[in-house]
């Protein structure tokens, strides 16, 4: 696992409420989407809830996925955490957004364990991170490179805010 | 479950590395974790990886908490992502920060399920909907009453970016 990973948090809107509904289909399509994007899945869980929707998490080898539904309103939120240079969480959004029949969809990449200026931790959104670099080149390497978590001297402070 | 979430993305920097190492001590204070926010457990899944580090997630009634962590540089990401008014995630997040004995924390706290202007679900920093609030008290009711999932006239548009 790396440190530094990203964080995708994604709104669907408008999607098939009976895609939404069931616990079993919700399911298969979580596990997909895990594949998707080249996944590792130690664990998965699901709920039904009543009268409507689904919670459901999968524990990767590289974070996790959660989504949580509202058929009635044709939404669900979804977010995929995943470290290293493996997995590839965009597609599993974009597996999702068709399978549950999304007529748009929003996501915010966040990334998470980066360094700032005073020797935190923080989750900053990646357009932030690409400003930063577009404003100094020598920021480059912290996206573009992958931190080795025992590393800590290669980590380079992102000026957030 | 109501439709507008909270999501607390949270850094933990310089955590004990034997607090984060072993799954059982993980385990233990997320689940006291998730009392301390009032939130109610479905189903709890913890992995130990080697050499060290764990990866651990509840299923809540009102949506989820992970953590992943990595002992050799005193970081943990959390994330807890609770619907409606009974959870207090943020006590989740001062309880863990204290457990794992971190020198300093970083919440961003997100919104999940705003519709935006174009009739889009988007997650939205929270800072950012309390700036729309100052510039227009109409808006007060988005995140001060609590939005029912069959209301769907009930949404207000959020303007973000």
New interface residues.
Partial sequence: ?K?L?K?L?????GCSSAKLSGVEGVKKEIYAAAAAANATI??G?F?Q?APT?V???L??AE??I?I?T?P??G?A?V?I?T?GDKAMPHNAIEYLAQALEAE???V?E?S??VH?D??????VPVEKIHAAIADDDSLAEVIQRPLK??A?TKYKAVPVD
Same sequence: chains 1, 2.
């Fill in positions: 696992m440190t990973g964080h948090l994604c709104e669907l809107t130690l664990h869980y709920h809830f929707g919670s459901g998490m524990c990767l974070s996790h959660s949580h509202w009635e309103t939404y939120a977010d955490y470290c748009q969809h929003h915010l966040m998470r364990g700032d005073g020797g935190r931790y923080v989750s978590p025992r800590k």
